[in-house]
């Protein structure tokens, strides 16, 4: 029954309603009772010493996790099994490696968003060319996915108009971004609470269902039951003869590409690092390490609920065409599907669970986009006289206008027929080695020149564009034997998959940065090194010791389910 009950209603509007609430409430206490804003630019943007390391931690997730984790790598579960848990996984050590290397040489410098890092260590022109990029990829691919993939969810469990899911949730975004980093910070932490609720809660059901259908009972039975059921969709590390080896290239997902997605994406990012930038080191590595223990519950929440979907399909429970058949199988539908058949109540409770992630997630996002468009597009191209009132005030608008841009552009862009997740980690993979290549030698070789970042960034997308088509052109199965390229069945030609593409340019990113700036630097090219000491790198014992916990675990994992 693809529509909510009275109860579900009740339950979802309690969940808008205390995030509202608690959000005018936050708004309130930092500004003045006549409405004028306390503090400037930095505190609207980043909350500059004002969110905590739990506040931190629930932010970075709440932007995270969003209808690409819920509805996309639920898909992804259902497709291709628990190896799609990597992202997640393998992003708890990338917080930690961020933590540890990345957050201190942000701090120490002052450095407030990422095109500004870029002006400070290389050049404006660099800056500037990546502020205008990164606005586009977050408008056009990030802010349209979250919206479009949210919408399609949010229609087909509550069985209304697409285009109003898509209304609804930018409208209820933008109240929340417009409150500022601040407000979003703070009511992150509600929104983390009902994800996490409410995600476990559709977990809890979709074992127990697959318990009742094989004559047993229990999340545990049913556990048992899904591992017998559907024993290839439990191993970390595919072989070559799997048909998802293209998504999920063997050990590259430990040795290879994976740490790139990661790395950039958590590293240099301003959608995520702007939640610690505005804290001291002790409370932004506090909050990062918070996240990286609510990173480990993910697949819980969003993987095992997509196995389970696939299980009950192969056992007929759920009608025909709910996920279509043969080419048109569409396993993104697993989450919708799933709860709509939760009981009353507890539908609500995953439809907020699922709402929350959207909204968090736009917000984050937008929040994002205006923060760079104001900081480093305004106030240093348009108006550098800018008052920080003005700046504020811009911020806003950029909000509202990213927000209507993306509801213009969703429909158009055929996300729902690529696979949420995938679509997201193959369209930022064509810029993300080239990006990675530029910071990490930024942070770590004061010899790299701003020439060097220039053929980076677009020496970077460049082969990764020419890779992508190289297959239709030219006879890649050379490569097979090590792994690097596959022949997808039906297919002739083989392929290089995406992960294993993002290696290869981020190594040819990398020796070109150095050659460039070497032969640049015999010239007398001078360079812009960072502020950098070791002593900063040293974490605290407390730090530490849930950095080992974390490690462990993973350790764990990976050896029970290689």
């Not at 545990?220 to 017998?228: A, D, E, Q, W, Y």
């Not at 790395?263 to 301003?270: K, P, S």
């Not at 080419?327 to 539908?333: G, S, T, V």
């Not at 348009?382 to 429909?411: F, R, T």
Request: aromatic letters at 14%; proline letters at 3%.
């Amino acid at each position: 029954m693809h529509q909510l009950a009275t109860l579900d209603y009740i339950v979802f509007f309690v969940y808008f309603f205390i995030v509202a609430g608690y959000g005018v409430w936050i708004y309130n206490r930092k500004t003045g009772h006549d409405g004028t804003i306390e503090g400037d630019s930095k505190d609207y943007f980043l909350a500059e010493g004002s969110l905590t390391w739990w506040a931190i931690g629930s932010s970075l997730i709440a932007s995270n996790i969003s209808a690409e984790q819920f509805v996309g790598m639920s898909g992804s579960g259902f497709k291709m099994g628990l190896a799609i848990a990597t992202y997640e996984w393998m992003a708890s050590i990338t917080l930690i490696i961020v933590a540890v290397f990345f957050i201190p040489v942000y701090l120490k410098n002052r450095i407030f968003t990422m095109p500004q890092f870029l002006h400070q260590r290389y050049n404006g022109t660099v800056a500037m060319i990546m502020a205008v990029f990164w606005l586009l990829l977050y408008v056009v691919v990030n802010l349209t996915s979250i919206l479009y993939l949210g919408a399609i969810a949010v229609s087909s469990i509550a069985g209304l108009n697409l285009d109003f899911c898509m209304y609804a949730l930018a409208i209820f975004a933008v109240i929340i971004t417009l409150g500022g980093m601040k407000v979003i910070g703070f009511t992150d932490v509600i929104q983390v609470f009902f994800l996490i609720l409410g995600g476990l809660a559709t977990t809890y059901l979709a074992l127990t269902l697959v318990a009742e259908h094989n004559g047993t009972t229990g999340i545990l039975n049913g556990f048992s039951i899904m591992k017998t059921a559907a024993n290839d969709h439990f191993h970390m590390i595919f072989k070559r003869d799997n048909p998802n080896y293209l998504d999920l290239p063997g050990l590259t997902v430990l040795l290879g590409g994976m740490w790139i997605v990661n790395l950039n994406y958590w590293g240099c990012n301003q959608y995520i690092t702007q939640r610690a930038l505005g804290a001291d080191l002790p409370t932004a590595r506090g909050g990062l390490l918070f996240a990286a223990f609510l990173k480990l519950l993910m697949p819980v929440i969003v993987v095992i609920p997509g196995i389970a979907a696939y299980v009950l399909y192969k056992q007929n429970v759920f009608g025909a065409g709910e996920f279509g058949s043969g080419a048109d199988l569409n396993p993104d539908r697993a989450y919708p599907v799933l709860l709509n058949i939760l009981p009353v109540g507890l539908k609500g409770l995953s439809f907020a669970a699922l709402t929350a992630a959207v909204v968090a997630s736009l917000a984050g996002k937008a929040n994002s986009i205006a923060t760079i468009f104001t900081l480093d597009v305004y106030k240093k191209v348009l108006n550098q006289n800018a008052s920080e009132k003005k700046l504020v005030a811009v911020g806003k608008i950029a909000v509202v206008v990213a927000m209507v841009l993306g509801v213009l552009i969703a429909p158009h862009l055929g996300i729902d027929k690529k696979g949420g997740f995938q679509y997201i980690q193959e369209y930022t993979g064509f810029v993300s080695p080239g990006i990675f290549a530029m910071f990490i030698l930024g942070f770590f070789w004061k010899k790299a020149t701003s020439s060097a970042a220039l053929f980076a960034t677009i020496g970077g997308f460049v082969l990764s564009v020419i890779l992508k088509f190289l297959p239709t052109h030219m006879d890649l199965g050379f490569l097979a034997p090590f792994g690097f390229a596959v022949r997808p069945a039906g297919s002739s030609v083989y392929e290089i998959p995406f992960l294993d593409r993002m290696g290869f340019v981020f190594i040819f990113c990398i020796l070109g940065m150095v050659i460039i700036s070497l032969i640049e630097n015999a010239r007398g090219v001078k360079t812009n090194g960072l502020e950098i000491d070791s002593s900063m790198f040293k974490p605290h014992a407390t730090f530490t010791a849930g950095a080992v916990l974390i490690l462990g675990i993973i350790v764990a994992l990976y050896s029970v389910f290689w």
